[in-house]
């Protein structure tokens, strides 16, 4: 079975700090997968790789079947061939609706003239209406996003992510924000959506990562330290060091 | 779900009303078709008002919506009075060539009459041949194309280049001015075939309607300018109101989100650059004809940059504001600056506004940015209803 | 031909005594006047005493050979004059050439002559100048010496001027062989050398030497040496003795063309029009003149009748074809001479070979001297692009002044100061106010620099504490917001100073240029100026990497938020990078103002070059902007040399040029890398 994703030895340099140092790292097209380590190991740098934010110095990145080269897509490109990305601190766009920001989100055409020419018929209606509802925002569709509450940001985005239908999601901290009860829906949500297809969850909170109960991969100083069961990372003396050794 | 154009854009169907009102007004009280109360001269103010509202609107898509500051939307206004207004002054110049050499021994040859049309345009630069870029120019089907051809082609050229370089913010805002200056300082050129810094004159003479009094051909280019900048609003009004409206509005907020939600921010933003330096180059393409010369001073940075005040004065966002602005700001300065305005005595000293004029504009346009970005149109949505669009 | 540098000569020479002969006999006293009036003689009327200065009895031993001087006697009357080493010998020589000396015919003694009333003579002694009677024109007669006789002569003048003792005399004499020589020069001149000791003056006998032969050396070899050596002078006076040498007319021969000096063969329609080579055959008679189009015309219209020409009906003509056909009728009923085709007259031509002709014959001397007018020209090339690249430096150094405030507080706060222009306008302004109240143009300007900057600076603070800080990371509006404050400041200008040009004047030291060559000069403005921006450069340079200041500057530059996380207040370096920025604008002010016109709209004028210096150059760096105003300056400069009758479209070319460039480096020549460039 071959990867979704397959990055392989890429290093990036800012300025002479090397930010990520000959990473390899590959994902199933079904698979849940968490990503975890300490701050500047990495994360963020590597999921603006994946997207075409950052490009690389070295390395390869690529992604789905027949393999695709990633480093030579822009990001738009990216999005549009099935990567998703959920970004750290909530971005929706506060100007607009709930309802205009999943109708931006969902799978359409993107060019110009498509979107000028666009009207939502009642698959896409019906689509909206159905994410808004899992994502708790069914009543407030007409509200301008940026008068939502923080936590209510956070869902929205990650409706825009399942309504932008993605081969693969790349989650940054979703429940940062959140209580109790909406960080069980979102490992649920999560856990549902790995069925089909393949996420990465970039998250600190380690009682979250554990309620995912998936494979994690430890990122440290820009390389891969550790990768196994929550359980068996927790265990491995390297990362028991990164973390509470100095 | 209420999700259709007019729902969205309310303004529309009030600002058609206005529009047709002021209109009836203007020719129920003008020379031509009414009392006489309104002068030609006037007729001629409103004309050009209306035009200039309308690139106004143009500003707006491209900034208040879009977020792309663009310092040259006035060079492409200006380029679509020079491409009307080569074939104005070509056909009337034909006209009166061929009329006064008529009455000569023998008839002219069409190379006799290119010459003479020749050094009766060109002499005042020095030359005496039509030049290349002056082909069509008898030809008003060819020309009039050629006002959406040619800066619509700039436009793309120009823009695909920036956007696709990731120039944003300020340093497209100096690409766009550096744009507006080159193309200036090349029409000063007296071998830049258009004329040098006379430009084109005499747009006022409509070649085959000469016969007709200024009174009524001023009241047409008027009707002419209100369709024009009502066509111009509801389509303006229709482009934002859509998915492609919300595809723009979230370029300007979040330029790096769109993109990651898979929409090629370049493609979007080269359409609209390109779109809105048609529509101001149809604005100048009426404006002109009304004015009666276009000249590279026209082109000049600095009007661009007055483009930008009055949308922001106006309320950038509002394709009303807009309007508000580019009518309000535009009427007040020829009001001030044409030396009708009462000076202002304060005892030690006198203001007078036609050297004051600029001084209180500039400092006006420094308060609105501060106290009320949102301009006129941003107060008055605080007194109408709470949310916009 | 040879007065001037006589009297040049001599007034170095004979200064002292000089006073006396120019009264005795002014120039306008010319020979031709007497002679018209020697043939009427009339009675003496006094009989003045025969005086016997030493040069009269030099001459009256030569009498003769004075009175009848030929060209082979006349040296013997020079050396014994010169050998006498008198100094009214040389006012003698140079009047005997010139026709001015007298005999008496009474006694033979020798006179020089004013005119005095009726058709008498004022007798001058040649010895002493004083007045020594008067005489009837009778009584007298006047030397003619041949022309052979005055060559030698004045040759002998100039030689003995070359050699004088007094290196001053002998310098004038150079000055004026310089305006003016001929052959005769040559060998004096030639002789002075050896004897010469002043090494610069013997260095400029030496090439003043080589600039005669050129156009008189007695051999072909001669003149093509002294040529050759001219092959890498830029000076005026050799390429002044070169040109003439290369003048061509076009001529024309049939079959190969003889007997002449042929720099070049012309074909017709290529090197040489051809109604301009078929007007030669013409004026020699040996084509038909061709009939213009408008001749045609005329000739038709001559000819209408009952409306058709030549049985054409008239409203037929409005093609040049039916023309053509008409005018043939009329050639073919006789009432208009014969049309010249187009191709009567390419067969006229082909009967012809024409060229250009040097008008010197001497091939060996035309080549070599087209060969080193060209090599001249070469070198000119040459040294015309080194004073580009000296154009390209000051240019840049302008740039450099007048956009490195606002690369400054551009980088540190990410926003562009449109009224950046009125500083420097403000800057010019203060300078001549200063002007005003001190009228010693180096005080004033040693007071303006400094002022400049406070008041450039304080205005720069009021901005952006009024302003620009309640803008904080809103880029366009803080651009259009000081847009504002730049035409409001700019009609306050106008209203205060009025419209017309103020003038600054720069210090007499600052006046004129540094001339290397007679093409490469520079004026002290510009090195001032470059002086000034190498200055700032250092200066800033050390503020930025060797100061507390700079350290923060550049915290904030690369990352605001984290600089002020650790303690840095980001309001207080705004405000003193903008303080700093703005008060170089003010210095660039003056500076500017020193050579262009202070107006209001001084500062618009370098806006736009300013901000295509800061994006070409790239942010955050003075290096940057040391790279984007080189980039421009010269790029400006090399575009005007190309088009130098066209600056507008040198500008225009320039800006087309950043445009594309910005493609390339969308960050500018020198961009920061890293996270915090990106956004």
Redesign the interface.
Known sequence: MSALLEVLGVSVTFDGFRAINDLSFSIQPAELRAIIGPNGAGKTTFMDIVTGKTRPDSGRVQFGTPPVDLLRLRESDIAKIGIGRKFQRPTVFEAQTVFDNLSMALKNERSPFAALGYKADRRDIGRIEEIAAEIGLADHLRRLSGELSHGQKQWLEIGMLLAQDPQLLLVDEPAAGMTLGEREHTTDLLVRTAKTRAVIVVEHDMEFVRRLACPVTVLHEGSVLAEGSLSHVTANPDVIEVYLGR | MKNTFLARQPSVIVFILVLAVITLLATVFSEAYGSGLLPTNYVKILGKTLCLCLIAIAMDLVWGYCGILSLGHFAFFGLGGYMIGMWLMYARTEDIVIASMSKAALPPTPGEVRDAIGTQIFGVVGGSDVPVIWSFAHSLPIQLALVVIVPGLLALVFGWLAFRSRVTGVYLSILTQAMTLALSLYLFQNDSGLRGNNGLSGLQNIPGLTDIPQSVISIWFMWGSALALGIGYVFAGWIVSGKFGNVVKAIRDDEARIRFLGYSVEAYKLFIFTITAVIAAIAGAIYYPQAGIVNPAEIAPIASIYLAVWVAIGGRGRLYGAVIGAALVSLLSSWFTGGQAPDLPLGFYTIKWVDWWQVLLGLSFVLVTLFAPRGIAGMFDRLVRKDAA | MLRPILIAALLALAAPHLAHAQDAASPSDTPAASEEILDDAGPAQATAPAPAGPLQAILQAHKDKVAKASRRTVDEVITAVREAGLPQGLTFLERWGDRELWQREEDGLFFFTRKADGQNLTLIDIDTGEEVGTISKGEMNQLKPNSGVRTVIASSLVASQLEDADPARRRQALNALERNADESHLEPLRASIAKEDDPALKARKERLLRVITISFGQTTEDRVEAIRSFSQDLSIDARAALNPLVVTRIGYSEGNPEGVNVARLLTPGKTIAREDAYRLLVDDGKAVAARTRGER?AA??AN?EDGT?GGVP??E????EA?DRAYSNLVADGKAPAFVTDETMDAELAKYTFYEAYADSNTDVTTAAAETLDSIDQYVGLNRFFSLVLDGISLASIYFLAAIGLAIT?GVM???NMAHGEFIMIGAYTGYVVQQIIPNYTVSIIVALPLAFIIAAAAGIALERL?IR??AS????T???T??????????A??VFGTQARPLTSPSWLDGAWVINDVVAVSYIRIAIFVLAILFFALLLFVLNRTRLGLEVRAVTQNPRMASSMGINPDRINMLTFALGSGIAGIAGVAIGLFAKVTSELGQAYI?QS??TV?VGGVGNIWGTLAGATMIGFLQKVIEFFNPS?T??A??YM??F???F???R?KGIIAL???AAGD
């Open positions: 015309k038709l219209e209408i020409v008239v409203a003509l409005s093609s040049q023309r551009f990410g926003v562009i302003v309640h803008l809103r880029p366009l509006e651009l259009l917001a847009f504002g404050v730049s035409i409001a400041l700019q009609q306050i106008k209203n736009v901000f295509m994006v066209n507008l479209a500008q225009t800006i087309i950043i445009i594309i910005i493609q390339f969308p890398k890293g996270r």
